[in-house]
């Protein structure tokens, strides 16, 4: 039987997801929002039968069984390592969290409860065009594994603030297009070419800190731009553009360069051309239709760009199916969602976007080291305490 | 009367060069080429009268006086000075020379015989496109001057190396996408922006080192990847990717962004998008056909991408008529080639693909430094020789 959801946040992005939850079968059992009035009104759009501003009235319902994090970066942590304690099935959005040392703790709980599934929403690598990419270069397209010469990303979007302030606009809270966009292209290039970065160059910039809805004491610290360069452990050189500054429109590229070829996602679609050809192929055309069944308010569904929101709902296809086998006694299996990322592939995420910012701060390279054990509140403190423990 | 010419080279573009000028109605008189059997054969097939592997021979010719330097970078100063010294003028091809040192000298003589008319074959400016889109700018389509925030360039092409060892493999020798293209590039955004890189960060990269023709003891040193982020006087930040791993293909785009909205040049066409504008203005299409008067050889054509030799036909064109006007006595004016790059954008351009390889090497952002003066050959040697004279 499909597992009861609870879902925190109260974004666009809920409002295009609880339709086609339900279209797949699962039953919205109860929503979180920061605030009463903000999800008593969602409550009542999507006909969500239990509402609350407090995390635990969700979790403890018996019949939630499957958590959908959908709020601010700077919740996800806590949330989920919660859940996770009480037995429920997670699915967090990206980033992990705010820091390596949040993600670490959700690394943790998801070790210690290894038969739950816990998975972060990098969405794209359930997009069929990437799928395809992917098998394209475990077969060779490119050349000989570790041929992998350049990768080179490019997002071009609109705004991703909305008309008031709130976290989209802090950096402290997870807000920005590294955070929301470039965690995305981390987890996705990394997954492509089987490789993770060794060494990373980083600009973040925030251009606009002020906009009609936010100004006066209020401005905007989240970047809307950022371009990155990346060395990957197999040899491979990543360059990344994420830009901001194209208002009502989205498009993304994404050039995998090899010996013996390249291959390239525009959108939802895969192109390829083997060196020495005299012609492009036409891997993989995307035509599906979105808007099937009529579930997907057309407004709503603006609220993510298509390949982000297409990718989710083929993840949600496959956790749907992880819960289908009635043979098995625990009700889930977790092989349909084996493509999904870990919470292992969140700290590395996260251990990434740290290594950018501090390159960003400091204009150099920086090593991406991802912890293994959570950093010291104070260091200062114990460096005290060991000295004096030595010196009884 | 127009001035007879003396070219400088012997390469694919030469062939598209000397058709093209004499549909103009110049003479070319005579051509230089490295080695006799290159340059015999290629004076034949242009039907040139003059050919020889000699520098000072087209040079001290008396019916040349406009010298197109298109060879290796590595001779450009030293024919560009030469020929200033004489009287001629010159239209050199970029980048200006292999280091600042070298361009400094070729300011240097531009400066002592300012009648003449030097200028760097940085074509893209009088591409109809680039002269647009910076019309648009100083109309203030984007905002207030100043308010640039993002400048996006990506180039994606194929090899640039030929069939056979030569200048274009050696790094050392002005070959690679950083000089042949990032020059380019380097020209353009400063000059649509009127804005100059003051610190800069580049990875340079050269993932071909053999292919079937330059193998065994011979390898390439030239780069066929480059990254670089600019931070601009006026507080622009420009990004560029270049890419030489797409075999067969050329594209271009060209993305620069604004507080008030976003003009975007792909291959020859201009684009643009004002903020809450709900639709893309179609600003400029190039619809112009190179191909008339039949007189350039489809082949040849290949041998540059189209916006580079577009701007290029543009640029003699504008040369023709700076040699047009008779009521001037010296029988030529400068006002038609003002757009063009000067020996001084050429010192400047230098100074930043200096600034990059640096930045490259060290890992680090590098603040462009323009020199003033030649670099001292021996700094020990001078140190020493203070010493000494103080001493005394």
Not at 35 to 64: C, G, M, Q, S
Not at 103 to 127: D, E, G
Not at 135 to 156: K, M, P, W
Not at 245 to 272: K, T
Request: hydrophobic share 40%; aromatic share 6%; charged share 20%.
């Amino acid at each position: 039987m499909l597992p009861g959801i609870g879902v925190f946040g109260t974004g666009n992005v809920v409002k295009v997801i609880v339709p086609f939850l339900r279209e797949k079968g699962f039953k919205v059992e109860a929503i979180w929002g920061r605030t009463l009035n903000a999800v008593e009104e969602v409550a009542k759009e999507l006909e969500i039968p239990f509402h609350t501003n407090k995390i635990d009235d969700v979790l403890l319902r018996k019949d939630v069984d499957l958590i959908f994090i959908i709020c601010s970066p700077n919740l996800h942590a806590q949330i989920a390592v919660k859940a996770l304690g009480i037995g429920k099935h997670v699915l967090c959005d990206k980033p992990a969290g705010l820091c390596q040392g949040e993600a670490l703790k959700m690394v943790r709980a998801s070790q210690y409860y290894p038969s739950l599934i816990s998975i972060i929403n990098h969405s794209l690598r359930f997009l069929p065009a990437f799928g395809q990419m992917r098998r394209a270069i475990v077969d060779g397209y490119l050349g000989q594994e570790g041929e992998i010469t350049v990768c080179d990303v490019r997002v071009q979007m609109g705004s991703l603030l909305h008309d008031a302030y709130d976290w989209l606009c802090d950096d402290t809270m997870g807000g920005g297009v590294l955070t929301l966009v470039g965690s995305h292209v981390i987890d996705l290039v990394s997954h492509l070419t089987s490789q993770r970065a060794v060494r990373v160059h980083g600009v973040i910039r925030t251009f606009t800190k002020t906009t009609d809805y936010v100004n006066g004491i209020r401005h905007i610290s989240s970047p809307d731009f950022c371009a990155f360069q990346m060395e990957m452990s197999g040899g491979a050189l990543v360059t990344a553009t994420l830009n901001n500054h194209l208002p009502a429109s989205f498009s993304q590229e994404v050039l995998i360069c090899g010996q013996a070829g390249h291959l390239m996602v525009r959108g939802g679609d895969l192109y390829g051309r083997k060196s020495g050809s005299t012609k492009e192929d036409v891997i993989y055309l995307d035509v599906e239709d979105l808007q099937r069944g009529g579930a997907i308010n057309s407004t709503a569904a603006n609220a993510i760009p298509r390949p982000y929101m297409k990718g989710l709902f083929k993840m949600i296809g496959a956790l749907r199916e992880a819960f289908l086998p009635v043979e098995d006694k625990r009700g889930w299996v977790k092989e349909p969602v084996a493509l999904a990322a870990t919470f292992e592939d969140g700290l590395y995420v996260q251990a990434v976007i740290d290594a950018l910012k501090k390159s960003n701060a400091n204009r150099e390279w920086v090593k991406v080291n991802v912890i293994t054990e959570e950093p010291d509140p104070d260091p200062l403190l114990s460096a005290a305490v060991r000295r004096s423990t030595i010196s009884m």
